[in-house]
């Protein structure tokens, strides 16, 4: 079992800078990977970049090149910078965890919430 405690949402205005973090605790070992998901009102659970503990990230193409995902295993933690911010990227932002070797099933954060003002 694995817990993670997100951190660093709020409000900010289109053009504007925000940094996630996310804290995972509990049964962590082999290769593994920890990334960000996005549900806005309405709309089904999106991803938005995912990095493995071997430093493999991956982004989805309308955050490419603005967010910044990083991680620092030592900590467990998991960072996403999100910078020239719109107001599409409003949504509540998920942090994800699942082990991929041996495989073991997905843990979700309680979410936090991102509102980019137009």
């Known amino acids: 079992q694995v817990q993670l405690v997100e951190s660093g949402g709020g409000l900010v205005q289109a053009g504007g800078s925000l940094r996630l973090s996310c804290a995972a605790s509990g049964s962590i070992f082999g290769l593994n990977v920890m990334g960000w998901y996005r549900q806005a009102p309405g709309k089904q659970r999106d991803l938005v970049a995912t990095?493995?503990?071997?430093?493999?990230?991956n982004y989805a193409d309308s955050v490419k090149g603005r967010f910044t995902i990083s991680r620092d295993n030592a900590k467990n933690t998991v960072y996403l910078q999100m910078n020239s911010l719109k107001p599409e990227d409003t949504a509540v932002y998920y942090c994800n965890y699942r082990r991929i070797n041996p495989p073991g099933l997905p843990s979700w954060g309680q979410g936090t919430q991102v509102t980019v003002s137009s």
């Open positions: 990095i493995t503990n071997g430093g493999s990230a």
